[in-house]
């Protein structure tokens, strides 16, 4: 949210035809299922001293110095500023095509290997019990009430970082659910994916809900103390769920064609009222 945009304004300004106009409206989506597990890794990583006071000044400084920790430092990339992007969808198409297994970053699915043992996730799509695989992104389960605020508040300074790149750009953010949230669960229990190292995988069914709302609340504050609008995507996702499966079958982790499609539309219909700040929709268990 904060250093991908501003490495493309700052490199656009150097491109030979490429230059970027302010844009009328900027969507930013927030994923329930990893974004704040990364938050926690920028803090242990990139911010010095992250249980001293002054938390919010120490992240604000680190997020600063992120775009150029981040960008490539070459004088002809400078004028190439999509080639870093280009490359990216060059080596997906290629892992599709030769049906590869992309390497994945900490946190990932190595992570969750310690709990391969967890049965599989009932959920019913259709009137019918659908078994879906184990481990699957949860709304953070695993953090506890004070990483969920600290990561929180990443997200708040990034978000505040962003209004003042572009501050004649209103801001629209998009609540992604993780795949636990978006279908009715059936069973006592649910296994989520491990990206802390001996922290459980397995949770009593009620406790999706009850994260993914207490998540939504705290996105939901720092988005309007930012002047920035929220659309709640969990409405829509579990209406498309209810007949139709929206992640799979190669990949669980993000959105098949139909989920696309239905988070496609939702936007698609607040994209003219990108400030209306709409209130978290109350998670079905």
């Known amino acids: 949210m904060a250093a991908f945009p501003a490495i493309a304004y700052a490199d656009a300004s150097r491109a030979w035809v490429l230059r970027l106009p302010p844009p009328r409206v900027a969507v930013v989506y927030f994923y329930e299922g990893n974004d704040l597990n990364d938050n926690m890794n920028f803090l242990q990583r990139r911010v010095e ?131 636990l949230s978006s279908y009715r669960l059936l069973g006592p229990e649910v296994s989520s994916q491990q990206y802390v190292a001996g922290r459980a995988t397995r949770h009593p069914r009620e406790r999706v809900a009850e994260a993914s709302d207490a998540i939504c609340g705290l996105i939901r504050a720092a988005t309007i103390g930012q002047g920035a609008g929220f659309l709640d995507l969990r409405i829509a996702i579990r209406a498309a769920s209810t007949s139709d499966l929206l992640h799979g079958p190669r990949d669980f982790k993000h959105f098949n064609r139909k989920g696309m499609e239905a988070m496609g539309q939702a936007v698609a219909a607040r994209i003219d009222r990108p400030l209306k700040q709409d209130s978290c929709s109350q998670a079905a268990d």
């Open 49 to 179: 001293n992250p249980d001293a006071a002054g938390l919010a000044e120490s992240i604000d400084r680190s997020i600063a110095a992120y775009p150029q920790a981040l960008s490539v430092h070459s004088e002809l990339g400078g004028y190439f500023p999509l080639l870093r992007f280009s490359a990216r969808i060059v080596r997906r198409i290629y892992i599709e095509l030769t049906s590869a297994t992309a390497t994945q970053g900490p946190g990932s699915d190595s992570a969750a290997s310690a709990a391969q043992a967890d049965p599989p996730n009932a959920v019913e799509i259709a009137g019918q019990a659908v078994k879906l695989p184990a481990n699957l992104q949860s709304p953070a389960l695993e953090l506890t009430p004070p990483e969920l605020a600290r990561a929180a508040l990443v997200y708040e300074r990034s978000l505040a970082f962003l209004r003042k790149l572009l501050p004649a750009t209103p801001v629209l953010v998009v609540y992604l659910p993780a795949p």
